[in-house]
């Protein structure tokens, strides 16, 4: 007989046709933009501190000069020159182009690493739960009802009021939003696990012997492969929505750090007499979550068999 070892695993489909056919990831123009937009949100990220450098301001020096006695920005459009190109925030004076730009690297940062603890978690808990059954998958069920329900932006608000100042502000609002955000991964992810688990490739190892840790690792996990890689695309958006409007409410990251969802807070009082300072920020927020939701749209496509077949 032979061992659980020599089961013939049944790669992922979905990802296979996508591979040897690049043609069907590219073919949307929608999600090749979008798949652009991000890559250029990476590098502005990344190369922050080089373009500001080009502008030779900062998103922490007060540039008072630049302000009216009225705290207003002197110039036209918020103070938009060659020295500001962005103009300059009220109040404090400080390069909007260089808050946006490092902007993009705080929502990066929070939405990608909250994505991957949600991610981690979510495929942990769904593939276990999915797999197993029993008494373990209705309170896996019944928790994820009860997140689903529960304020979380609340739980924000409080946790920020009692954690110590000590405690980087940053990497809780990382752990809260990734800790509340795996729900939905769960249960897509235990849905594909129960269709899964009557494979008969699974059900062939199994009755052969193999362990179901050789089972989930080895022929289950790299089947949802394509399955985690759209989620994971398609969630990054909508967690750095959610770090944005806790800072919009004053519970995301600490000031003086940039946030685009703070600055949109705190643009709202001055629209009237510095609409640049609500719409740099509000753009750039619109921008980064259409070119995420576009390609996690043209992943989907990409990576469904039916897709591929039609092509």
């Known amino acids: 007989m032979a061992s659980p070892e020599r089961v013939q695993n049944l790669p992922d489909r979905k990802l296979t046709i996508a591979m040897r056919h690049p043609r069907f990831l590219t073919a949307d123009r929608w999600a090749t933009a979008g798949g652009v937009a991000v890559a250029g949100f990476l590098l502005v990220a990344l190369g922050a501190p080089v373009l500001t450098a080009i502008e030779g301001q900062d998103p922490y020096t007060y540039h008072l000069d630049a302000l009216d006695d009225t705290g207003s920005p002197v110039g036209?459009?918020?103070?938009?020159?060659?020295?500001?190109?962005?103009?300059?925030?009220?109040?404090?004076?400080?390069?909007?182009?260089a808050i946006v730009t490092y902007g993009a690297r705080t929502s990066l940062s929070v939405g990608l690493a909250a994505t991957a603890i949600a991610v981690l978690i979510g495929v942990l808990v769904g593939i276990t739960a999915g797999f197993f059954g029993g008494w373990y998958d209705q309170v896996v069920s019944r928790l994820v009802d009860v997140l689903y329900g529960f304020p979380y932006l609340v739980f924000m608000i409080a946790v920020g009021a009692v954690v110590s100042a000590h405690f980087p502000r940053t990497w809780l609002v990382i752990l809260v939003i990734g800790a509340f955000g795996w729900p939905t991964v769960a249960r897509v992810i235990r849905g594909q696990t129960l269709a899964l688990k009557h494979r008969t490739f699974v059900v062939a190892s199994t009755a052969m012997g193999a362990r179901p840790a050789h089972v989930l690792i080895r022929q289950v996990l790299p089947n949802l492969s394509a399955t985690i890689?759209?989620?994971?695309?398609?969630?990054?958006?909508?967690?750095?929505?959610?770090?944005?409007?806790?800072?919009?409410?004053?519970?995301?990251?600490?000031?003086?750090?940039?946030?685009?969802?703070?600055?949109?807070?705190?643009?709202?009082?001055?629209?009237?007499?510095?609409?640049?300072?609500?719409?740099?920020?509000?753009?750039?927020?619109?921008?980064?979550?259409?070119?995420?939701?576009?390609?996690?749209?043209?992943?989907?496509?990409?990576?469904?068999?039916?897709?591929?077949?039609?092509?």
């Open 229 to 311: 890689i759209v989620y994971s695309t398609i969630l990054v958006p909508g967690l750095i929505g959610v770090e944005a409007a806790l800072s919009f409410l004053g519970v995301g990251v600490p000031a003086p750090t940039p946030s685009w969802g703070r600055s949109i807070g705190e643009g709202i009082g001055w629209v009237q007499t510095d609409a640049m300072f609500l719409i740099f920020p509000g753009a750039a927020l619109f921008a980064i979550t259409l070119a995420f939701n576009l390609l996690g749209d043209g992943l989907r496509d990409a990576l469904d068999p039916r897709s591929a077949a039609r092509s």
């Open 76 to 97: 036209f459009g918020g103070g938009i020159s060659g020295t500001h190109w962005f103009g300059v925030e009220p109040l404090t004076g400080r390069d909007l182009f």
